[in-house]
């Protein structure tokens, strides 16, 4: 058995909360962050509705400490990671190598897309300061300097997957002895770009998504950010507040189907969650809770939920999609549902998959609908994506 | 961790195309000399691919087929910029349509995954794949996950690449920031220190083992970054550290490869390693781009694999120190034996 990875601290942004408490709120009083689109200026603006969070860049910018013309997503990411760091409360934090190691799929793209109608017109038009934030590593940076992070520092984007596979790659640098402490996950905010995409590939409800339902029509988009603070046993053994949690498991395989669809048989999602329960030294029943990629679509449900009753067919544990609170926040949403998952063990809750009505015909299973309360013990938390990208993490209470 | 194999679609023909004569460029930027694609992927997937993808994976596939692997263990990329010709279409047409009138082909193969994705779907490969995106630390930590998964024995064999793309609109604005030299000579831009070196591009792909095998290119003993050092000093005395991990001394290097690009900023950092031990350099060869240690890498492979060094005579180098510095904020130093 190699070296455990405890986490430590949890920083989260989204449409439900602006930090870990006021997530954990909603998420018990079964309150959803989508709305019409308020921040974001697009023509969509009345037709698609959003899981956005709930500020402007000005407030967010005086929340980060952070200048507010910076893009949306580094100014996100600052806030959640800042608050992963307090949370983990690790004293002489300068005395341990410490890295930040995020994700995202847009980087600048919130900015880059002002900058380019003028830009269009004439190559020497625009002002630079709206692109010279436009590559994904960044937000990553613009964090990691506000948080006083040099040891180490980098950025992964594979699309929705992406910081789940941060933060599992944060730990293997830790039991590898490269990092001491890490802060990890990932971060997106909305953009036209990205609004629009998914709007050409007409995933997108023009409703409150419903995941896992037989009815469902699309996803819907959301924003945020999601980082976990990651130590080691010895960084552990100096905290005031035990961890209670450890990354016990991971894995991230590719379904090789299609470039944006998933496999009818979820081939790659179940050789993740398969990989992460190998990982882990864990069997399928000994899961007490699966919070799903779930994205509402009509591909990824049955391939998922195929992939699920493949594996899970002797005892189904609870599941649901926590995108039905927050929406589908791409790149961060590993980190975000890392968070969820963190505190679906530490506070004994099993979340409600929100607006869910009618059986999907193709699966034996049903998410759950309502807030459950009991000891939860291991959480496995699917994060799917685009170009077969399919990753799976498993959180376990340290006894 | 070994090299079993290194392939590159870059500015230059081939490694033995150093020695018999290489390709200059004159002005702002070098250009990768692209192959015959269709010697690499199906014609009718090369039809649909943007420039970026069928450059990284011709390059993957020609590092497979040179170390006789069907399957790696893993995948993984680093790119920098990512698939700029499809992104910047999609943008493009976002803003003239007003967000109207848009198809998905473009959006789809923005992602920066999509290089990835692409040798997976190619080679029907199931295993891990990543995709790293951090600037000029977007192929060390792609090197750096490998190397994290062979200590978990998570894997023994891993495809790790580094890629990225000039499109006129990226060089249009990286321009405005003044990195380029008006007239530039690529084959003179390091004896010619200057403001602005001259941008670059390129694919350079590698299969790495945890073992080594018969036919291995070179042992890739260390690899470190250093993020905005806050002294030069902090990477001179991380080098000497990292020598003393691997049990040597400075007198133990044969030569160094330096990520030396003409701009006479840039390149007093280099200057750091004025000792008594032979120095070559490689982006008179590539450019200047995020990811050019990848093609660095690939360069020094070769180098120790075939025990000769372009434009030195008679140097046989059995262990040579490659840094590189991206922008005065991304280090990187790599220490490699010949095998």
């Not at chain 2, 073992?211 to 080098?239: C, F, H």
Request: aromatic share 8%; proline share 4%.
């Amino acid at each position: 058995m190699s070296a455990p990875v405890y986490i430590s601290g949890t920083g989260v942004i989204t449409a439900i909360g602006n930090d870990t408490a006021t997530n954990l709120d909603a998420l018990r009083s079964g309150s959803a962050g989508m709305g019409p689109i308020r921040w974001l200026e697009t023509r969509h603006q009345g037709q698609l509705p959003v899981a956005e969070v709930k500020s402007s860049n000005e407030m967010l910018a005086e929340k980060a400490g952070l200048p507010a013309h910076f893009s949306r997503t580094s100014l996100l990411s600052t806030i959640a990671a800042k608050e992963a760091l307090q949370n983990a409360g690790i004293p002489d934090l300068e005395k341990w190598r410490t890295g930040f190691l995020s994700a995202n799929t847009v980087g600048g793209m919130d900015k880059t897309e002002n900058f380019y109608p003028a830009f269009l017109q004439n190559p020497a038009a625009g002002r630079l300061r709206e692109v010279v934030h436009h590559e994904c590593g960044a937000a990553t940076e613009i964090t990691a300097d506000a948080l006083g992070i040099q040891h180490y520092v980098t950025t992964i984007s594979t699309a929705c997957s992406s910081s789940a596979n941060s933060i599992f790659f944060a730990a293997r640098m830790i039991r590898q002895g490269l990092l001491d402490i890490a802060v990890a996950g990932g971060v997106d905010a909305l953009t036209r770009f990205t609004l629009n995409g998914f709007n050409t590939l007409m995933i997108l409800d023009s409703q409150f998504c419903q995941p896992f339902d037989e009815n469902r029509r699309g996803l819907n988009l959301g924003e945020g950010a999601g980082y976990v603070v990651l130590v080691s046993e010895k960084v552990a053994a100096t905290l005031a507040n035990k961890p209670e949690v450890q990354l016990s498991g991971w894995c991230n395989a590719n379904d090789a189907y299609h470039q944006t669809a998933s496999s009818p048989d979820g081939t790659g999602s179940y050789l993740a969650m398969q990989g992460a329960l190998k990982k882990s030294g864990l069997k399928p029943c000994d899961i007490d809770y699966i919070n799903l990629h779930g994205t509402g679509t009509q591909n990824n449900d049955v391939a998922e939920g195929t992939a699920i009753s493949k594996l899970f067919a002797e005892a189904y544990p609870p599941m649901s999609s926590t995108k039905s609170f927050t929406g589908h926040t791409l790149g961060a949403s590993g980190g975000i549902e890392a968070v969820f998952s963190v505190l679906s063990i530490q506070q004994g809750l099993i979340y409600p998959n929100l607006r869910w009505e009618t059986q999907m015909k193709e699966l034996p299973f049903a998410p759950v609908t309502t807030l459950q309360e009991k000891k939860v013990e291991h959480v496995l938390s699917n994060s799917f994506g685009f170009g077969g990208n399919c990753s799976s993490l498993i959180f376990s209470r340290i006894n | 961790m070994y090299i079993r194999s290194a392939a590159a679609v870059s500015p230059q023909a081939s490694f033995e195309a150093l020695f018999t004569g290489a390709a200059g460029y004159q002005g702002e930027q070098l250009s990768c000399i692209e192959p015959d694609y269709t010697s690499y992927i199906d014609p009718k997937l090369i039809r649909r691919m943007s420039r970026i993808i069928k450059m990284g994976t011709a390059a993957a596939v020609e590092s497979l087929k040179a170390a006789g692997l069907e399957q790696p263990d893993a995948i993984i990329t680093g790119t920098a910029y990512g698939c700029l010709a499809d992104t910047d279409a999609f943008l493009s047409r976002l803003v003239e349509f007003k967000e109207e009138l848009l198809s998905p082909t473009a959006f789809i193969q923005s992602t920066h995954n999509t290089v990835a994705g692409q040798i997976a779907l190619l080679l029907k490969c199931h295993r891990h794949n990543n995709t790293f995106v951090h600037k000029g630390f977007s192929f060390e930590s792609a090197l750096l996950e490998a190397r994290t998964m062979m200590g978990e024995n998570e894997i023994t064999t891993a495809l790790v690449g580094g890629v990225d793309e000039i499109i006129p609109a990226s060089h249009a604005l990286l321009r405005r920031f003044g990195l380029y030299r008006a007239n530039g000579n690529s084959l003179r831009l390091v004896d010619e220190p200057a403001k602005g070196t001259m941008a670059g591009e390129g694919a350079a792909f590698f299969v790495l083992d945890a073992q080594p095998s018969g036919d291995s290119l070179a042992r890739l003993d260390a690899v470190q970054t250093w993020y905005k050092p806050a002294a030069a000093n902090v990477v001179a005395e991380g080098i000497n550290a990292l020598l003393a991990e691997q049990g040597i001394e400075w007198k133990d290097i044969d030569l160094i490869v330096t990520g030396r690009n003409g701009d006479a900023g840039d390149d007093t950092l280099y200057d750091l390693f004025k000792k008594d031990i032979p120095e070559t350099s490689f982006k008179q060869y590539c450019g200047e781009y995020p990811t050019a240690t990848a093609f660095g890498l690939w360069l020094t492979s070769h180098i120790l694999h075939q025990q000769r060094v372009p434009g030195v005579e008679g140097l046989k180098p059995r262990r040579i120190l490659l840094y590189n510095h991206y922008q005065q904020t991304h280090h990187a130093a790599y220490l490699l034996s010949a095998c």
